[in-house]
C-alpha cells in the first residue's frame, strides 16, 4: 500500500466469486483473491452486502467484459464499511457505512469504489438493503429523472414491475407525484405489483396493454428494458413529447419503430448503459440522488424490496434464482 | 373586414392555385377565391413568391390534410408586402416586405401569416428568394440548431444535399463552425453539394456511406428525411452523445433500429413536423432565426439556392419539377 491513503490494518488476502470461464452459474467460483489497493480518488470497503444484477449474468455468460482498469470479478454494487481512503477521494473516513456503485469486483469480501459513487447507508436500513441501492437508484434517477426528466403529474410506464429497477421506479415515481404504469408477466406478479405502489399494472403476455394504457391517458415517459417488438407497443402509448428510455433489451436489440409517430407526437428516443458514464456524471448523479432520494428513503417514503439474501459461497444459487425470474425486488449477496 | 386592422385598400378576389381532387399534378388549378381576412393576430400578405415544398406534394396527394382552422390551398411560405395588420399583430405594419411561415394558402396572390411567424426580407434578397427561406430556415434552425444544439467542431450528416433542407443545413452548419457531410443520389448533385460548401459528399445509392463517414471522423446531428434502411446506418455512424432527428421519411415510415447502439453510444433520436408546431414557438424560432441567421444572410455567408420560378399558372409544372427530384435549390411560384 501506498503512503497516500489513510486505512485500518486489513489482512492481505479475500474471498470473492470469480467467473472461471464464460457460462452457466456453475462457473461462478469461490475463490482467495489479494485485497484489492484504493487508487488516490477511490475507497476500499469491506464490503457487507453486494447486489446481484442482470448485467452480471450477461458478464457471467462472457457478453458484458468489465471496462478497462475495472476489476474481472463481478459485482456493480455494495454496501459496508471503509477501511482505507485514498488521498483524493473526498470526505470520506474510515469507519465511515457507505454503499456504492462500481465498476466491478462487487462479489468479494472487499470491493474499491470512486468516492464520488458513494453515498452514505441512510438511516434505519440495514447493509443489506442499503446493497440494494446504488445500480437501481443510479439507474432509475439517471434515466428517469435527470434525462427524460419525468415531472410531478406526468405519468411513468415500466415493464417488469417486480423487477429492482421495477421496483424502485414506481417507488420514486409514486415519491415525486407522477402516475405509475407497470407491466408483469404472471399475474401473481401483477398482484405484487399493484402492492408496490403502481397505479395501473398489466400482464403483457396477456394483455392489450398499450390501448389500455391509452385508454388510461397514455405515458408521459417509459422506462424500457424490454426492446425488440415492446418499443413500438411503448411509442404507440406515448403521449405527445413523451421520452422514451432503453436501459436493456431483454426481448431483442433490434427494434422497428414507427417515424411518423416521432415525427408527429415529437417523442424523444435515449438510452444508455450505467457502466458507461465516467467519474463525474456518477459523482453528479450521486448529488442528486443524495439530496432528492435519500430524505425520501429515511422517511420512508421509498423503500428497497428485497427478494432473498444467499452467502458469497452460494453466489451460483443466487445467479439461478436471477435468471429464473422468480424474484420480486433485489437478490443480494452476504459477503460479511 | 372588422374595424380590428389597419389596411391598404385590396380586391376581393385573387388567383390562387387549389386542388381539385387528391391525386397528381395535373389537379392544381387556377381558381378564383376571396382575399383571406386576417385574424386579430395575423397580417395580411400581397405574395410575390410562394416556396414549393415536399409536403405540399403530399397535401395535393391527400396524404397531408391541413391542420384545423388553415387554408386549405397548398403553400407553406410565402414572401411579399404586407397590405393589413390585424389588431394584435405585433409590431408589423403596412407596407412593409416580409417573407412568412404559414400553415397553409401560399399559392395565392394574398395570404395570411401569424405575426410571431413573419421575419423581414433580409437586405439585398429578392423576394423570390426570401420566399425560399421559411421552410428551410424554420426547419433547420428548429431540428438542428434548437433541437440537436449543433456545436461548432461538430460534424452534420444530411442526406439529399441538393433539396432545399440540405443546402440550408449545409450552408447554416458551415457559417456556425460545424462541419457538413452530405449524400445525393447522382454525382451530378454529389458535385453540386460539394460546390454548396459540403466537406464531404457521398453517392447514397452506391457508396458505403455509413463506413466511409466513421473514417472521417463520424457524425455528432444527423438531419433525417430519409427514415427506412438509412436510419439506423446513420446510428451507426454517429458519434457518442450523437443526435438523430426525424423530418421526413422518403425510403420508408418504419425503420428497424439496434438498441445497444443507441445505449453504448448514448445516442438520441428525435423528430418534428413544422406544421404541428404552435404559434408561440414558431414566435420563438422566428426570433432566434432573425437574431442569429438573418445577418448571415444579409452578410452573403448564408445563401438561398434557388432552383427555377414558375408563374402561379404553372403551378403543375413546379410540382412535376419537385417530384423528378432533378431540382437543386428552392422551386419558387410567381405570385405577382
Redesign the interface.
Known amino acids: 500500500m501506498t503512503d497516500d491513503i489513510e486505512m485500518s490494518l486489513q489482512p492481505a488476502v479475500m474471498k470473492a466469486a470469480a467467473i472461471e470461464k464464460p457460462g452457466g452459474p456453475e462457473v461462478l467460483k469461490l475463490v482467495d483473491r489479494p485485497v484489492p489497493e484504493p487508487a488516490a480518488d477511490e475507497v476500499l470497503i469491506k464490503v457487507t452486502g453486494a447486489g446481484i444484477n442482470r448485467p452480471d449474468v450477461l458478464q457471467r455468460m462472457g457478453f458484458y467484459p468489465p471496462p478497462p482498469g475495472a476489476s474481472d470479478l463481478p459485482g456493480l454494487e455494495v454496501a459496508g464499511e471503509i477501511v482505507a481512503v485514498g488521498k483524493n477521494a473526498g470526505d470520506w473516513r474510515v469507519g465511515e457505512q457507505v454503499c456504492a456503485l462500481i465498476p466491478g469486483g462487487g462479489y468479494a469480501q472487499y470491493a474499491c469504489a470512486h468516492f464520488g459513487a458513494c453515498l452514505p447507508v441512510p438511516e434505519g436500513l440495514t447493509l443489506f438493503e442499503a446493497a440494494g441501492l446504488p445500480e437501481t437508484m443510479f439507474t432509475v434517477w439517471a434515466n428517469v429523472f435527470d434525462d427524460a426528466a419525468l415531472k410531478s403529474g406526468e405519468t411513468l410506464l415500466v415493464h417488469g414491475g417486480t423487477s429492482g429497477i421495477g421496483t424502485t421506479a414506481i417507488g420514486l415515481a409514486k415519491a415525486f407525484g407522477a402516475r405509475a404504469i407497470a407491466t408483469a408477466g404472471t399475474y401473481e406478479k401483477c398482484t405484487a405489483t399493484r402492492q408496490l405502489g403502481a397505479d395501473a399494472v398489466f400482464n403483457y403476455t396477456e394483455d392489450n396493454w398499450e390501448n389500455e394504457i391509452i385508454a388510461l391517458g397514455g405515458a408521459d415517459v417509459v422506462l424500457d428494458m424490454t426492446?425488440g417488438d415492446f418499443?413500438n407497443r411503448n411509442l404507440e402509448c406515448l403521449n405527445p413529447g413523451g421520452r422514451h428510455v432503453?436501459?436493456?433489451?431483454l426481448r431483442g436489440?433490434?427494434?422497428?419503430?414507427?417515424?411518423?409517430n416521432?415525427?408527429?407526437k415529437?417523442?424523444?428516443?435515449?438510452?444508455?448503459?450505467l457502466r458507461?458514464r465516467d467519474a463525474a456524471e456518477k459523482t453528479h448523479l450521486a448529488n442528486a440522488i443524495r439530496t432528492h432520494v435519500w430524505p425520501l428513503i429515511v422517511a420512508g417514503k421509498v423503500g428497497v424490496a428485497i427478494d432473498q439474501i444467499y452467502p458469497l459461497a452460494d453466489v451460483a444459487k443466487a445467479h439461478i434464482r436471477m435468471e429464473s425470474g422468480a424474484h420480486i425486488g433485489k437478490i443480494i449477496l452476504d459477503a460479511s
Open positions: 426492446g418499443v432503453s436501459i436493456a433489451f436489440a433490434t427494434a422497428e419503430i414507427n417515424i411518423l416521432i415525427m408527429r415529437r417523442l424523444k428516443l435515449s438510452g444508455s448503459t458507461g
